[in-house]
């Protein structure tokens, strides 16, 4: 797949969305997380660090892109990766 380069005249907005299935072992494209049902969020961040985020309203985008969606320390539910 072709990806625009960020430029003022192509400024940088997501392409596409997928659900997420949290995987202790999968990571995926460095995506930003929507958070469909509240819960604790634990991600691995595009630089590698492993973080979990408590209390997550639902509808909540986390503030980080992430490549990995932890099983083990996530509660949230109907999450989408958008990227």
Do not use: H
Request: glycine letters at 6%.
């Amino acid at each position: 797949m072709t990806r625009t380069v960020p430029s003022a005249a192509y400024p940088s907005f997501p392409e596409d969305a997928s659900a997420v299935s949290p995987s202790d072992t999968d990571t995926f494209e460095p995506s930003v997380i929507y958070v469909g049902t509240a819960g604790n969020v634990k991600v691995t961040t595009c630089q590698g660090t492993d973080v979990t985020f408590t209390a997550v309203p639902a509808g909540t985008r986390l503030p980080v892109r992430v490549k990995r969606v932890w099983q083990n320390g996530t509660s949230a539910l109907n999450m989408v990766r958008i990227f």
